[in-house]
């Protein structure tokens, strides 16, 4: 079974109210109000044995999560996939390693995984984030407050398909 997406379900229903109405003189039903952007969700799961941020190249395992929500309806794919915000968020490492080494000032035995959790915009940009409380042991407000501040001045890829893709991304801090 092939899945649906609410753009295409309500081009759909569209389609056939228009078909069904196609035959009154009289008078044409108002046009369907243009549906809210469609969001996604990509989670890039913690790596075993790689470090997302500190330095260690091994960089993470991507084999769970899902893309960025994309169907098999043979159209377009999603460009802005899990691969692709997680080199983006590799290649800005080190400004999330400076905010765990400044807690680890304070807190020198500090380590742990954080994981953020933000949305992107369809052009690419951060548009909210915060910390995944569920999804993480290291809560130092230093280290988080930092890492939000760094994570929103990154720029992703645009979304091929116009749309918001929600993130779950983890950063394994270790000394």
Request: glycine share 10%.
């Amino acid at each position: 079974m092939q899945a649906c997406t609410v753009t295409q379900l309500t081009t759909g229903l569209v389609l056939v109210a228009l078909f069904s109405f196609g035959g009154c003189a009289e008078k044409q039903p108002p046009p369907a109000a243009a549906p809210p952007p469609a969001t996604t969700t990509a989670e890039t799961p913690t790596a075993a044995g790689g470090d997302d941020t500190g330095g260690d190249d091994t960089g993470g395992d991507d084999t769970g999560g899902d893309d960025t929500g994309g169907d098999d309806t043979g159209g377009d794919a999603e460009t802005r996939t899990t691969e692709v915000i997680r080199q983006v968020v590799l290649a800005n490492r080190k400004p999330f390693r400076d905010c765990y080494e400044k807690g680890k000032k304070d807190l020198p035995t500090l380590t742990g995984t954080m994981t953020l959790h933000f949305t992107l915009d369809p052009e690419g940009k951060v548009k909210s984030a915060e910390l995944n409380q569920e999804r993480s042991d290291l809560k130092s407000p230093t280290v988080v407050n930092c890492a939000l501040a760094e994570l929103k001045k990154l720029k992703f890829p645009a979304s091929s398909r116009g749309m918001e893709t929600t993130v779950n991304y983890p950063f394994d801090f270790k000394p």
